[in-house]
């Protein structure tokens, strides 16, 4: 058991030390404010999400969302975490439980990093935000980070597909005979070059291989192992972040924003009736069938 979380730690870490040496060198600012994330499950699932803060495992977060279902969290000035999704949960009214992947323990308040394979959105918020999607320690469902009336290089993160449907015999997790979620060859195979630890702990000698360009295949727009850097470096000052779970880039999405919908509309689009959202517009009334068509239910 030590031993197991040992190994997560050290994934956790090893995942997180792109972002944040980044961001350390770039003079973090925590004098700003407060950010609102706003989580959108576009799954055909009930998932759980679980929030963490970095260097303060006491200050856990988990909740069950809903297939079409949003939800907000207002992350304080400064915050730097990491979000992910647990699937195939099962909770008792206490919060205890399990789940098929992306657990932290038994709680639905997470306070421990999360067991892999998942895929994990991770935050440094400062005056200029830095933010990434991380398969580095494997994939359980596509995350895409979308910031919204952002200033600064805001680019989209994450997957354009779904690697559950692709993912390499030697790497998948399954339950029934069904793909649940794909372990990154570091977790599975457990070597330095996979890990980018002895000889390799430096960028330039661990290099992508054929298992960690697999994943970038799929989710061209997020790390996929420990030292990648073919995501360019994103910073941008933004009023609110969007993470869809199960959407892909460039996937119209909806959520609940401001007592109201709010629909992405595609890029370049001028005929914004509401300048202040960016590519993002108000739609007020959904047609029923396009309701139908994007299974997305207002809960
Ligand atoms: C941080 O923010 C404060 C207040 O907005 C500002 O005075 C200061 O210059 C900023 N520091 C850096 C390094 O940007
Ligand atoms: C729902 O998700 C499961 C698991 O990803 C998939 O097998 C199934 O085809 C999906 N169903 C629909 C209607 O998208
Ligand atoms: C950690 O989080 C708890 C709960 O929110 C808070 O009371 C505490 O001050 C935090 N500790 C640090 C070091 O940030
Ligand atoms: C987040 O902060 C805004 C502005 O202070 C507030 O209106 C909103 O209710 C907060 N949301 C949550 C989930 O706490
Ligand atoms: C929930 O917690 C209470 C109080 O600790 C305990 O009595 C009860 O058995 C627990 N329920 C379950 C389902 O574990
Ligand atoms: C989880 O955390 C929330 C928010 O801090 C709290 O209201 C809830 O009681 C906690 N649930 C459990 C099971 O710890
Ligand atoms: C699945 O992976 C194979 C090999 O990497 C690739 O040729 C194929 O295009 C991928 N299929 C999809 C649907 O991404
Ligand atoms: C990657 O390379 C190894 C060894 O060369 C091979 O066994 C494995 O099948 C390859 N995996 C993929 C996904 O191509
Ligand atoms: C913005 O970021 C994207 C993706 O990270 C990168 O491809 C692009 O070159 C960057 N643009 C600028 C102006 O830095
Ligand atoms: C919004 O959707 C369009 C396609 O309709 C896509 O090109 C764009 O990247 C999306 N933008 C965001 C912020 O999700």
Known sequence: MAQILGRHLHLFMLSSVLILQIAMAAGQNTSTEAKSFTLVNN???????????????????????QQGQTAFYNATAGWSGRMWARTGCSFDKNGTGTCQTGSCGTSINCTVPSNPPNTIAEFTLGDVDFYD????????????????????????????????????SGLAVKSDEKVIACRSACDAFNTDEYCCRGAYA??????????????????????????????????????????????????????????????????????????????????????????????????
């Not at 359980?140 to 390499?168: E, F, H, M, T, Y």
């Not at 960028?203 to 989710?219: D, E, G, H, I, M």
């Not at 709010?262 to 309701?291: E, Q």
Request: charged share 15%; with cysteine; glycine share 8%.
């Open 43 to 65: 799954c055909n699932e009930t998932i759980w999400p679980g929030i963490l803060t970095r260097g303060n495992n006491s200050n856990g977060y988990g909740f069950a969302l």
């Open 202 to 299: 430096d960028p330039v000698a661990c290099l992508p291989t054929n298992y960690s360009r697999s994943f970038k295949q799929v989710c061209p727009a997020a790390a996929s192992y420990a030292f990648d850097d073919s995501i360019s470096i994103i910073t941008c000052s933004a009023s609110e972040y969007v993470v869809t779970f199960c959407a892909s880039r460039n996937q119209k999405v909806c959520s609940y924003h401001d007592n109201k919908l709010v629909c992405n509309t595609s890029k370049g689009s001028k005929a914004s009736p509401l300048g202040g959202l960016g590519g993002w517009i108000l739609v007020l009334a959904l047609p029923l069938t396009y309701n139908l068509k994007m299974k997305f239910y207002i809960s």
């Open 133 to 168: 999607v991380s398969l580095v320690d494997g994939f359980n469902l596509p995350i895409v980070i979308s910031p919204i009336d952002g200033k600064g290089n805001c680019s989209i993160a994450g997957c354009d597909g779904d690697l559950r449907q692709n993912c390499s």
